[in-house]
Every structure is written in C-alpha cells, then in structure tokens.
C-alpha cells in the first residue's frame, strides 16, 4: 500500500461527518476492503484511524506480543479493542466520527489529518499546536539524533 503522509486541514458537520482528504482518499478507496478502523490514540488526544490491512497488521503483532491466558495481558487487550470502531467512507468520502470520539479528542470544528505511513492521526487544530509547541526542542533533539550521522 502506499504510505499514507500529509498534513491536511478540514472541517465536521453538525452531525460529526468529516471528508477523508483527498489525497488519502485515493490510497484507500483502491483497497479490496473499504473499512476503517477507528479509536483513540494511546498516548495524545487524538484519533487513529486505521485501514483494516493496516488494524489486522497491528492486531497480529500485538497478539504476538500478549499472553491471552494473563489477565493483566488479556485486559489492555479487551480495553484497546473496545476503544475501537468500524467505520466506512460514504460515497462522498466522508466518515461519521461519533460524539464520543469528538468529545476524546476535542474536535469541535476544525481537524488536522496527519498522515503516518499506514495510519492517520486526527487531531482538534488546538490540541495539534499545543503538541507541535509543546514538542518542538524534543523534536530538535531527537533529529540530531534519529537523522544526522
């Protein structure tokens, strides 16, 4: 699949309806499977939204890693499942984030789509800058790091 990358602003309806960018768009109406997987990121206040080859890639290296007869293991299991939503792209490519999720990630209007490689991320424009502010000398460092040699 391609990789999904980009940093792409948009706006819900009353009815919390977002139009998928284009440009991602056409990475994913292509797939045999149009569904989208949908669910709060772990760590920030935002959403993931995974194409299922992408959600069944990531469920098959986490079953992997986890012991299903652990409670513990099989708890952050069942929590990060239940966290999560099917979605599909209406013929106008547009998905329906529900109010639940809105509310999670604080998107009252205004979104920054953000493309991470197999996975976007969904952010409110405000938690988005506090983020980019909060994270700009951590990202300084960590490219001197990570992309100097």
Known sequence: MERLIGNIDAKTDAKGRVFVPATFRKILQPAEDARLIL???????????????????????????????????????????????????DSNGRILIGKRYLKIANITNDVRFIGMGDTIRIWSHANFD??????NDTFKMNARKFLVK
């Open 39 to 89: 669910r709060k990121d772990i760590y920030k206040d935002c959403l993931v939204l995974y194409p299922l080859n992408a959600w069944e890639a990531e469920l098959a290296k986490l079953r992997e890693r986890l012991d299903e007869y652990d409670e513990e293991q099989n708890d952050f299991y069942q929590y990060f499942l239940a966290d999560s939503e099917v979605l599909e792209m």
């Open 130 to 135: 506090e983020f980019m502010k909060q994270n």
